[in-house]
């Protein structure tokens, strides 16, 4: 028995064609469109100009995977020219990440905070009104469009920072399924493990409750159910509305846990190797079934039924090798041309990040060196 909360505040639109609804969510308000060059590539940016009108008063369609801070920077200069109430943020993670990161620097009033605020711990303005975010994510995976904060990398210093506000939630979010149809086979994949990593990771979690674990749970069901099919299948919309429906839950869950030790790992495997993030994230969930299986059996047994497992944790991890064998991917670090010989950095990352604290099993130095020696 635990006294436990859940709260999030986005309001959310999911539903095959729901980007129709746009024009309703934003008029009369004043819009900028923050997005990728390929959405504007494949026509949708034009299509969303034509269905907002006068509403959009700006696009910026330049944003990268991983945003970094000088990227963001860079969004903010550009937006700055435009008089708008709202954001709209059309993408996947690194989009919704760099919306916030813009709305924030707007609500501060300078360009420069941000890093000294995410490097310096300079605080957020007294007075902190950052303007309303829509999020429309186009990739199964990232969640970003039910949290309250946004990945920004330090390429220079190779180090991963959160902004995080509880100001920072989207206020809406736009859950089309169709725009995900054209995600290739290996943008699928990883945006998918991603949604698993941040199902398993909520329930691994210090900070669960029975509202997260209902998310979790269900998220990881529909993954791992549907995910293999799904890369048979790309344009199959019921499996695509599946996976989008998987990491809004998922999403769900772990905006009120955050993510733990899985994350820790992977952020350096990104910063150094250029691992995609999905993917990074997802090598250690089987070796950490297995450490968390030690402190905590019980709460680690709620993953059989969907693994097909037998309450044992040899069995859980064959399920888990199961999926990955499915979508031919390697676990193994050195299959991704990373070095054994960086064993120690990626540690040293890992020791430093606040997500590992929130690992269910608390995991002393050596565990943590055999545990990320395990990974190669
Ligand atoms: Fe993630």
């Known amino acids: 028995m635990f006294n436990w909360q859940y709260n999030n505040p986005v309001e959310i639109h999911f539903g095959p064609g729901i980007i129709k609804k746009l024009p309703g969510l934003v008029v009369p308000q004043k819009a900028v469109l923050i997005t990728t060059p390929g959405f504007t590539k494949r026509g949708i940016t034009g299509l969303l100009k034509k269905s907002l009108g006068n509403s959009l008063v700006g696009i910026i369609d330049t944003v990268m995977p991983n945003p970094t801070l000088e990227s963001v920077k860079e969004t903010f200069l550009k937006a700055r020219q435009y008089k708008y109430d709202l954001i709209i943020a059309l993408g996947g993670g690194s989009t919704i990440d760099t919306a916030k990161a813009l709305a924030a620097i707007e609500a501060s009033g300078t360009v420069e905070w941000i890093a000294d605020h995410l490097k310096h711990k300079v605080p957020f303005p007294q007075k902190f ?129 955050r993510t733990a030790l899985a994350h820790a790992i992977s952020y350096p495997l990104t910063a150094l190797y250029g691992l995609p993030h999905g993917l990074a994230c997802s090598l250690p969930l089987r070796i950490l079934l297995g450490f968390n299986g030690i402190c905590n059996f019980d709460r680690m047994s709620l993953f059989a039924k969907i693994l097909g497992a037998e309450p044992s944790l040899a069995s859980m991890k064959e399920g888990i090798d199961g999926l990955f064998y499915k979508l031919g991917i390697s676990m193994r670090l050195s299959d991704y041309g990373v070095s054994r010989k960086d064993a120690h950095e990626i540690y040293k990352a890992v020791l430093s990040s606040e997500r590992t604290d929130n690992n269910i099993a608390q995991l002393d130095q050596s565990d943590l060196k055999a545990l990320i020696d395990r990974l190669f």
């Open 129 to 257: 009104q950052p303007k309303p975010i829509i999020a429309i994510p186009t990739t199964s995976g990232t969640g970003s469009e039910v949290t309250m904060w946004g990945t920004v990398w330090d390429m220079v210093e190779k180090k991963k920072y959160s902004i995080c506000h509880s100001l920072l939630y989207p206020s809406k979010a736009v859950l089309d399924p169709e725009l995900t149809i054209t995600l290739n086979k290996e943008e699928t994949i990883y945006s998918g493990l991603d949604a698993l990593s941040h199902a398993m990771e909520s329930v691994w979690n210090k900070n669960h409750n029975p509202v997260s674990d209902t998310f979790a749970l269900q998220a990881m069901s529909l993954v791992y159910s549907n995910l293999p099919e799904l890369i048979n299948d790309l344009t199959n919309l019921e499996l695509r509305s599946t996976l989008l429906q998987a990491s809004l839950l998922a999403g769900l869950a772990f905006s009120n846990t």
